[in-house]
């Protein structure tokens, strides 16, 4: 049976396998479609400002991608390793420490990008709150309800104040329609409280040029986004930039700090880190296409939305689509059909599209809209906005939730729960009966193992080799050489132990050189004990 692997969940990656399943109906027996995706659902991210502001409910901007793609294989994994030579994909383990490798005829990649924080690297990764995906607007919304709980009963005025300051980076789409959001919710929900003073709401939008949405709309168009958001009460910095953030601030052009506790920024993104290692041709960090989307000089890979390189039109082969949703759904089609052609016979397509337009919504029953050279701002584009992606959202289920939750929310005030989640834990507490197996040789390098109470044997190739006690640690030498495990670890009698997560060991690795080198001599002693042991034997 022939395999065509799609590798991500976004735009690109869903509506080329809806295409492929209509194509493909008549080869179901010959052909399987199969999707690899980090989540079970897609999203619909030109929605997700709206959850910010309660608008709409959390889970109605995301579908269900079983119910969107009912004859393709559904992996919903991480994707760990890409080998183009031997034509295989790595997904990462899900309650296990194996890896499932899966084989391809034809692979296709849309893994989207990444917020990319390279280029601002004073504290923004680790104090900015990002705005790319469903979790990012979850979190956001819940820090909003949460600082405004906190300043109602905060005694300090200058504490209070900094509580209720919020600053986003970034002036573009995602830029202007959260910013529009934040100031909506926040206003809104202060309105509930006597002890808060609505003139300390401060929310602060840091934009790198002189107008608003400045690469996406017209001079008018983002005139008009800059007055109506500064006339709600927002303060737009022009010609600044973000550059820095502490718990406590941001830092905008390395000379002014504004006390918040609510930082977004909607950096640029960068094509995902697993295209950089592929042996392909890339431009910009994206890969290179043809104008069928098929990868330059290979046969068997495509690519399609933000992390593929496509030219507009043949005769325009150094103009590329732009990484949104209006061109990667566009993309989908011609790719599907294309790889049924390569797969059975058929004419290529060539992908051709010139933009019909774009559109950001303001709050407050406001947008601004470009659509086929007509621009609309104000309430009228507001419906427009509303109508289009009403349009657009796959999913008779999720335009029925969407038209619903619209509706109440002109008759009934927005809700402000505030959903929490546990905080995710760097580690995990343990417990292991006597001759359990904690992991198996050859499984992936995963955790580290810290043995809090009593002990456990190392075996290779059926033989004991050592046994470890508490206080003692194994598992590391996977996880600094990103090789499988040498060796079996099995639980001697009843044990407790402390695992520590891969990533949160690799940053220990990067910002303590001494536990490296500690690690590796430990390693070189186990090693030189266990010669010992079988020169004795």
Aim: hydrophobic share 40%; charged share 25%.
């Amino acid at each position: 049976m022939k395999k065509i692997v799609i590798l991500g969940g976004g735009f690109g990656g869903v509506y080329t396998a809806i295409h492929l399943e209509k194509q493909l109906k008549k080869y179901r027996d010959s052909i399987e479609i199969i999707l690899v995706s980090r989540e079970n659902y897609f999203t619909y991210q030109p929605m997700l400002a709206e959850v910010v502001g309660g608008s709409i409910d959390i889970l109605d901007s995301v579908t269900c991608l079983r119910s969107l793609l009912k004859h393709t294989s559904i992996y919903i994994r991480e994707v760990t390793e890409i080998n183009i030579d031997e034509k295989t994909v790595t997904l990462s383990p899900n309650f296990s420490h194996k890896d499932l490798v899966i084989n391809y005829d034809h692979l296709v990649l849309g893994l989207g990008s990444v917020t990319d924080f390279r280029t601002s690297p004073g504290g923004l990764a680790e104090h900015a709150l990002p705005f790319k995906d469903l979790s990012d607007a979850i979190a956001l919304r819940n820090r909003i309800i949460d600082v405004i709980e906190t300043a109602a009963q905060e005694p300090d005025l200058e504490e209070r104040k900094a509580l209720l300051t919020f600053v986003v980076g970034g002036g573009g789409f995602s830029g202007v329609e959260v910013v529009a959001e934040i100031n909506d919710l926040a206003r809104k929900k202060a309105k509930s409280y006597k002890t808060i003073d609505p003139k300390n709401i401060r929310v602060v939008l840091v934009h790198s040029k002189d107008r608003l949405v400045d690469r996406e709309l017209s001079p008018s168009l983002g005139t008009y986004c800059g007055k109506l958001l500064q006339k709600r009460g927002i303060e737009i910095l022009f010609n600044s930039r973000l550059t820095s953030a502490t718990p406590n601030e941001a830092i905008v052009d390395e000379k002014i700090r504004i006390k918040s506790r609510t930082i977004v920024s909607t950096v640029p993104s960068i094509a995902n880190p697993l295209i950089e290692q592929l042996n392909l041709e890339k431009e910009f960090g994206k890969i290179k296409c043809d104008s069928h989307l098929q990868a330059k000089n290979r046969s068997d890979i495509w690519s399609v939305g933000d992390c593929a390189l496509i030219p507009k039109s043949p005769s325009t082969p150094e103009e590329y689509s732009p990484p949104t949703a209006q061109f990667a759904t566009r993309q989908a089609p011609i790719l599907a059909h294309n790889i049924k052609s390569s797969l059975l016979t058929g004419k290529r397509k060539t992908f051709t599209f010139k933009s019909l337009g774009q559109m950001a919504a303001l709050g407050h029953k406001r947008a601004v809209a470009e659509i086929l050279g007509v621009k609309l701002s104000g309430v009228i584009a507001w419906v427009v906005w509303r109508f289009i992606y009403l349009l657009k959202i796959p999913g008779f289920s999720a335009k029925f939730r969407i038209a619903l939750s619209w509706f109440l929310d002109m008759l009934i005030p927005t809700d402000t729960v505030q959903l929490k989640s546990k905080p995710k834990k760097g580690f995990d507490n343990l417990h292991y009966a006597d001759g359990d197996t904690i992991f198996y040789a050859g499984d992936t390098g995963d955790y580290l193992y810290i043995i809090v109470k009593g002990k456990v044997d190392v075996i290779k190739e059926d033989v004991k080799i050592t046994t470890l006690h508490a206080g003692e640690y194994f598992g590391e030498m996977a996880l600094m050489s990103d090789k499988k495990r040498s060796a079996t670890i099995k639980a001697s009698g009843s044990c407790k132990i402390l695992a520590i997560q891969k990533e949160d060991f690799d940053v220990l690795m990067t910002h303590f050189s001494d536990l490296k080198d500690n690690f590796t001599k430990t390693e070189i002693e186990r090693l030189n004990n266990a010669k010992k042991r079988v020169q004795g034997d």
